[in-house]
T-cell receptor, first 113, second 113 residues
Framework: GQQLNQSPQSMFIQEGEDVSMNCTSSSIFNTWLWYKQDPGEGPVLLIALYKAGELTSNGRLTAQFGITRKDSFLNISASIPSDVGIYFC?????????????FGKGTKLSVKP | DAGITQSPRHKVTETGTPVTLRCHQT?????MYWYRQDPGHGLRLIHY???????DKGEVSDGYSVSRSKTEDFLLTLESATSSQTSVYFCAIRLDRGTGELFFGEGSRLTVL
């Protein structure tokens, strides 16, 4: 089936550090979404992107819709402990059924020991 | 809060038994989805509904059926549960006026022994 390649799979953060993660696909997407999931809870929408090249911020989070429409990245600036969790990218493929999202496998953020 | 309630939140059952998970929404959204989440696979679409009695299959629909007799309820049934169906199941809705974003419930953890 359709796949999104999300990287890195996991990373350790120290408070104050900036964090970057990305998603790539071989197919064109017309919507990119970024979600965060805390343990025992459902994914929560962080940022939605609708146009190639679009750059959108939500507080310390910034995400961009790649100009090729095949990738997206998420940056977290000045990380804090509550940023720990799993981040998922999701995309709606161009020509795909409305609302049927494809999800990456997630990037797990943990605190550096 | 998208007004989504999933029940039960946790269930342990034995192989071969039928199981029904319920998703209830309070805001009359037309589109509802069932996803399963497994380590290493991310979120995968099982079935979705685009209205009362209107449903369609997703990526991993084998072994699952759904029903939507009322706008507010979307039921996921495992006719004869198998150990491979041990997973966390998430219901999601899409806003009728939205552009593809999904909003998730808190999940139902199913263990099939």
């Amino acid at each position: 089936g359709q796949q999104l390649n999300q990287s890195p799979q996991s990373m350790f953060i120290q408070e104050g550090e900036d964090v970057s993660m990305n998603c790539t696909s071989s197919s064109i997407f017309n919507t990119w979404l970024w979600y965060k999931q805390d343990p025992g809870e459902g994914p929560v929408l962080l940022i939605a992107l609708y146009k190639a090249g679009e750059l959108t911020s939500n507080g310390r989070l910034t995400a961009q819709f790649g100009i090729t429409r095949k990738d997206s990245f998420l940056n977290i600036s000045a990380s804090i402990p509550s940023d720990v969790g799993i981040y998922f990218c999701a995309g709606q493929r161009y020509g795909g059924s409305q609302g049927n999202l494809i999800f990456g496998k997630g990037t797990k953020l943990s605190v550096k020991p | 809060d998208a007004g989504i309630t999933q029940s039960p939140r946790h269930k342990v059952t034995e192989t071969g038994t039928p199981v029904t998970l319920r998703c209830h929404q309070t805001e009359n959204h037309r589109y509802m989805y069932w996803y399963r989440q497994d380590p290493g696979h991310g979120l995968r679409l099982i079935h979705y509904s685009y209205g009362v009695k209107d449903t369609d299959k997703g990526e991993v629909s084998d072994g699952y059926s759904v029903s939507r007799s009322k706008t507010e309820d979307f039921l996921l049934t495992l006719e004869s549960a198998t150990s491979s169906q041990t997973s966390v199941y998430f219901c999601a809705i899409r806003l009728d006026r939205g552009t593809g974003e999904l909003f998730f419930g808190e999940g139902s953890r199913l263990t099939v022994l």
